[in-house]
C-alpha cells in the first residue's frame, strides 16, 4: 500500500521555526491531496493546513507546500508558540488501483514547543 514517513520535529524555542516533511512512498497510486493535522494532549485531533486553507491558529504562520515530483509535502512552522506543541501528522488521500479513493496517514512526529 502506501506509506507516509513524516520528519523534521523537536524541540524548540518559543519563536523558533520547524519544516516538518511527509514523504509518500509505495507503488500504483496517485495522490489526490496532502494535508497536515495535529493532536495535542487531551485534545482532538485538527486540521492543520490543507491545500486551501488553515487553521486561523496557524493561520500567518505556518506555510504548506507540495513537492509533487517527489510525492511530498512540507509544513513550514514559523513563530512557533507553546500552544503548537503536539504530534503532527500527515494525511493523504490517495486514489488506489482498484478505482477507490482512500485516506492514509503517516505515524506523526512530536513538535515540542517550550523554553
Known amino acids: 500500500q502506501v506509506q507516509l514517513a513524516e520528519s523534521g520535529g523537536g524541540l524548540v524555542q518559543p519563536g523558533g521555526s520547524l519544516r516538518l516533511s511527509c514523504a509518500a512512498s509505495?507503488?500504483?497510486?496517485?495522490?489526490?491531496?496532502m494535508d497536515w493535522y495535529r493532536q495535542a494532549p487531551g485534545k482532538q485531533r485538527e486540521l492543520v493546513a490543507g491545500?486551501?486553507n488553515y487553521a486561523d491558529s496557524v493561520k500567518g504562520r505556518f506555510t504548506i507546500s507540495r513537492d509533487n515530483a517527489k510525492n511530498t509535502v512540507y509544513l513550514q512552522m514559523n513563530n512557533l508558540k507553546p500552544e503548537d506543541t503536539a504530534v503532527y501528522y500527515c494525511?493523504?488521500?490517495?486514489?488506489?488501483?482498484?478505482?477507490?479513493?482512500?485516506?492514509?496517514w503517516g505515524q506523526g512526529t512530536q513538535v515540542t514547543v517550550s523554553s
Open positions: 494525511r493523504a488521500e490517495v486514489h488506489r488501483p482498484d478505482g477507490y479513493d482512500y485516506a492514509y
Open positions: 509505495g507503488s500504483s497510486f496517485t495522490i489526490n491531496a
Open positions: 491545500s486551501t
